[in-house]
């Protein structure tokens, strides 16, 4: 801190400290549908300059009045594409901005641990390094404009028992799995961190010195503020201001003056232990610009057509096209004289979830207006969400569209009438019957689920030739959906998670229990370690031409635990168009001698566009320490010196390129 700043603090009041450590009136957050009414915000000191902190919401857009609604967080991490999601980062921001808010919590990092999380939807996907390239990149678009709030830390992957739900979890765990991503987002350049709401290993998150201070601060180097999480993110004055959470949200109770007044006159807190928030606060201010005066102009900047335009993009490439048999996509309007398009959601376009995340734009695509605006006159568009009717329509059509949505009512944030965790992935009994009987009508029928996590398919998935998962798709859903269906658009879209061919295939979610135990396996880890085949593995997806990978070319075949390995990888598009291919790189670990371990883990990836019949080169660079592990008994991150595997393709289970190297 500035010695002039450090002057500033010196001769503020306690009662004017506390004015910045506190939310006021923000009781509109009690409820869901009021929670967009506004922004939640301190008080800011008036006599110093010091403006109060202004927090909105995420992750699918702002949660204030008519903002742009963008794909929810895991459909943008289903892109592969940080450079499209620092532009996201930098639209939100803006709106934000605009709308009055100065801090924005959109980058909901936790790991997706069981697609069964409610909030799933929330986090870019199941892998640490995955979630930490998209957070970065979201991060550094955030941070042009407003101060990004990484939100939850820690081990928050439960939702219907997140206020109380203690999590036990080794330190090995802990450090390789639940917070590598976390490390990433601060490096980027988070402003500031939201606590969880559980316990890690029996203490509240919100008042765990050990995460906040002695990994966030004294190991991280994290110079921003922590804030706790709304209503129940705090639970103790002493011990969170002691533990290092800086601001209790959206109002004030365990932060009120009375009470650390009370807690000062006692001697159990001291003044420096105030100041200590406070200057953190003012400082991270301070660097984001935000005491100097603003001029927000709305309607120049919110939901405007760069920005829908943009929600449109992200959307095309999120989809991910699972299946297509007998190439029946993409579909050709000269063959076709009449399409059918059942599903109540088809007509009505689902977002998402409605509460912390909730966004309203001011217009929404549904795949039927956009279908009927892509086909114009060339064919005629039937539609029903009838149940009798879907069968006479089907028969009477060319081609059956089927589109299936899940609902805040099924998976989201628990709140009263709906929500929560899933227990169970597959789709309701009623859409499973439909998608058998109208298949049998019509052979040529495609699925369009639409969803915030993985939906088990096997009882349905062999009666169907073309499956889309299209996620909760935005404002420009319908409109995006529609240009993979017609071939305007060669879909890129991989899974940033696995699809299992049963729930039962996974490990047990325990969505009731207050004590739970977090262990390294999970989502890929988990099926790979005990050699578990899912429905459609990490990585996967299908496109509109064929790429083949030719080469893969090391620097060395020997390094030293300073080192880094530069890797060639050469591809060719051989297909029928152009198209995007996402490359990715795993790093085989099967000549490991440590306990726990599985045989691969992401590395690297990089979107790019090749046209068709021409050849593209990618690079990647690892670094000898991207590949350690951390030793709890020596608390410290060491290199296993062995020989590793560098696996490179199209997927987890597609990696038709691999080459040794060896660190010593």
Not at 178 to 205: E, Q, R, T, V, W
Not at 230 to 249: P, Q, R, W, Y
Not at 255 to 269: A, C, P, T
Request: charged share 25%; net charge positive; aromatic share 10%.
């Amino acid at each position: 801190m500035c010695k002039d700043m450090e002057d500033m603090v010196k001769k503020m009041s306690i009662k004017e400290m506390v004015r910045l450590m506190h939310g006021v009136w923000g009781l509109h957050g009690l409820l869901p549908f009021t929670y967009r009414l506004n922004y939640y915000q301190t008080r800011g000191i008036t006599r110093f300059g010091i403006p109060p902190l202004r927090f909105t919401d995420g992750p699918k857009g702002i949660n204030l009045n008519h903002s742009t609604c963008f794909p929810v967080a895991i459909a943008r991490g289903a892109t592969f594409d940080p450079v499209l999601e620092e532009k996201v980062g930098v639209a939100m921001g803006i709106e934000a901005r605009h709308q009055g808010a100065n801090a924005v919590g959109s980058a909901c990092i936790n790991l997706i641990r069981h697609p069964g999380w409610g909030r799933a939807q929330e986090s870019f996907g199941a892998d640490p390094y995955h979630v930490g390239v998209m957070a970065s990149a979201h991060i550094r678009g955030l941070a042009k404009n407003v101060m990004p709030v990484v939100k939850h830390f820690a081990c928050n992957n439960i939702e219907n028992t997140r206020f109380k739900v203690s999590v036990t979890i080794d330190e090995r765990t802990l450090r390789e799995i639940y917070l590598p991503h976390f490390k990433a987002a601060i490096d980027a350049g988070a402003a500031a961190i939201m606590s969880a709401y559980n316990k890690l290993n029996g203490i509240y998150c919100g008042e765990n010195r050990y995460l906040l201070t002695e990994i966030l601060r004294d190991e991280w180097k994290f110079k921003g503020f922590v804030m706790s999480d709304f209503f129940l993110g705090c639970h103790n004055t002493v011990e969170s201001i002691k533990a290092g959470l800086d601001i209790e949200m959206p109002v004030g109770w365990y932060y009120r003056y009375w009470r650390i007044r009370r807690y000062l006159q006692k001697g159990i807190i001291n003044r420096h232990d105030i100041e200590r928030c406070v200057s953190r606060i003012i400082e991270t201010m301070e660097k984001y610009g935000l005491c100097e005066p603003f001029k927000p102009e709305p309607k120049k900047h919110v939901a405007c057509k760069k920005h829908t335009d943009l929600a449109l993009e992200v959307a095309l490439k999120s989809i991910v096209l699972l299946k297509n048999d007998a190439a029946l996509l993409p579909l050709h309007t000269e063959n076709i004289k009449t399409i059918a398009i059942i599903g109540k959601h088809a007509k009505k376009l689902v977002l998402g979830d409605i509460a912390s995340s909730a966004v309203k734009p001011p217009f929404r695509i549904s795949l039927l207006d956009a279908v009927k605006e892509r086909v114009g006159n060339c064919c005629s568009v039937l539609y029903t969400s009838n149940y009798t009717k879907a069968k006479k329509i089907a028969a009477r059509a060319d081609v059956v569209i089927m589109l299936f949505s899940l609902t805040w009512k099924d998976e989201g944030e628990n709140i009263p009438f709906g929500g929560g965790d899933r227990t169970r992935l597959e789709l309701p009994s009623k859409y499973v019957k439909l998608i058998k009987e109208i298949s049998a009508i019509n052979k040529r029928s495609i699925v369009v689920v639409q969803a915030g996590s993985a939906v088990c398919m096997d009882e349905w998935i062999d009666n169907v030739p073309g499956v889309i998962m299209a996620w909760y798709p935005g404002m420009q859903g319908g409109r995006a959906t529609t240009k993979v269906l017609f071939g305007d658009y060669n879909p890129a879209g991989r899974l940033p998670i696995s699809i299992p061919k049963h729930t039962s295939d996974l490990p047990f979610f325990d969505t009731k229990s207050l004590h739970v135990m977090y262990d390294y396996y999970h989502d890929y880890f988990f099926f790979d370690t005990y050699n578990i085949e899912p429905r459609f593995c990490f990585g996967y997806g299908l496109s509109y031409t064929n790429f083949k990978y030719i080469s893969i070319t090391l620097n060395k075949n020997i390094i030293s635990e300073n080192d880094e390995l530069k890797i060639h990888i050469a591809l060719t598009n051989d297909g029928p168009m152009d198209g995007e291919e996402v490359v990715q790189l795993y790093i085989d670990y099967r000549n490991s001698k440590l306990d726990p371990k599985h045989r691969r883990k992401l590395k690297g990836f990089k979107r790019i566009f090749i046209r068709k019949g021409e050849k593209a080169k990618v690079q990647f660079t690892i670094r000898a320490k991207d590949l350690s592990y951390y030793d709890p008994g020596d608390a410290t991150w060491r290199i296993e010196k062995i020989k590793y595997i560098v696996c490179a393709g199209s997927s987890l289970f597609d990696v038709p390129l691999q080459a040794e190297f060896e660190i010593r």
